[in-house]
């Protein structure tokens, strides 16, 4: 199957917000892991930076990598929510 396609929205405060464009290929969610890495590739400055996406049913979560390697999918209450837990 062909890999997902998913566009940069924009990037603030250490966040890169991406956009699941469900263009028949795979979504984003299963395609998490390279994902994942194009965008610390492309945007994480050797830093790394924090994934959030709108999935193609509308739904927004954080991708983070666990301690086991993996690719996890957190809730994401939005920008002023996160900035008030820091």
């Known amino acids: ?6 566009a ?6 250490g966040i890169l917000f991406i956009l699941d464009l469900n263009l028949g290929g795979m979504s984003v969610t299963n395609d998490a892991e390279r994902v ?8 994480g400055h050797g830093k790394g930076i924090r994934v959030v ?18 690719i996890d999918f957190l809730a994401w209450n939005g920008l002023d929510w996160d900035i008030l837990k820091r």
């Not at 940069?8 to 405060?13: G, L, N, S």
């Not at 994942?36 to 945007?43: F, G, M, P, V």
């Open 1 to 6: 199957m062909k890999q997902s396609d998913f």
């Open 8 to 13: 940069v929205i924009e990037e603030k405060a």
């Open 36 to 43: 994942y890495e194009w965008c610390q590739y492309y945007h």
């Open 53 to 70: 996406y709108r999935d193609s049913e509308g739904e927004w979560s954080e991708m983070a990598r666990n301690e086991g390697g993996w």
